[in-house]
T-cell receptor, first 115, second 119 residues
């Protein structure tokens, strides 16, 4: 069983809506990640938080806004999305130092459809 | 730049066959880590194994085995006596420094291999 949970599992939203994706981990990890994955492609890194600070931002459009309220929670706020933003959004966590040997553990993902 | 190549886009086998998924990587680092993940149709990436560049011993876990060959920069994954539940996309990944000379690392994924095991 995964120890990284994500809600909701599925989300359908219009281009003018505001919604949020939520991720929670119970492994005591201090790094959390957001990935975007299109069909038949590998995951693409969006953001990384380490010790509640944004450490990596892969030049993601501002309509995606991450938030890390504490070390076990990670949110992704969505606003004015485009249909091409439809994808599987995966959350992951790791120990925290963003070192070479850290293993990332993934949640089940949120399937987002933008109409 | 680092790169991970999974040349097999799709593989289809019949249950109980053995199957090997190939992974070839490029890196200039002397110390590095390689990973395999499984992604079933449900979507979650399931961690399977992590291997460091110093340890060239093959690893076996039940029906799964991994062959790490530093000389050929390969980290291949074999499933013995495949089962329908093994049907998934399998990703090989390499830890890569986020910025040149930096201390933060991220995963560079291969494009994945879709394995279909037919009954």
């Amino acid at each position: 069983d995964t120890e990284v949970t994500q809600t909701p599992k599925h989300l359908v939203m219009g281009m003018t809506n505001k919604k949020s994706l939520k991720c929670e981990q119970h492994m005591g990890h201090r790094a959390m990640y957001w990935y975007k994955q299109k069909a038949k492609k590998p995951p693409e890194l969006m953001f990384v938080y380490s010790y509640e600070k944004l450490s990596i931002n892969e030049s993601v459009p501002s309509r995606f806004s991450p938030e890390c309220p504490n070390s076990s929670l990670l949110n992704l706020h969505l606003h004015a999305l485009q249909p091409e933003d439809s994808a599987l959004y995966l959350c992951a966590s790791s120990q925290g130092g963003l070192t070479s040997e850290e293993t990332q553990y993934f949640g089940p993902g949120t399937r987002l459809l933008v109409l | 730049a680092q790169k991970v190549t999974q040349a097999q886009t799709e593989i289809s086998v019949v249950e109980k066959e053995d199957v090997t998924l190939d992974c070839v990587y490029e890196t200039r680092d002397t110390t590095y880590y390689l990973f395999w993940y499984k992604q079933p149709p449900s979507g979650e990436l399931v961690f399977l194994i992590r291997r460091n560049s110093f340890d060239e011993q093959n690893e076996i876990s039940g029906r799964y085995s991994w062959n790490f060959q530093k000389s050929t920069s390969s980290f291949n994954f074999t499933i013995t006596a495949s089962q329908v539940v093994d049907s998934a996309v399998y990703f090989c990944a390499l830890s890569e420094a986020y910025n040149s000379g930096g201390s933060n690392y991220k995963l560079t994924f291969g494009k994945g291999t879709l394995l279909t095991v037919n009954p």
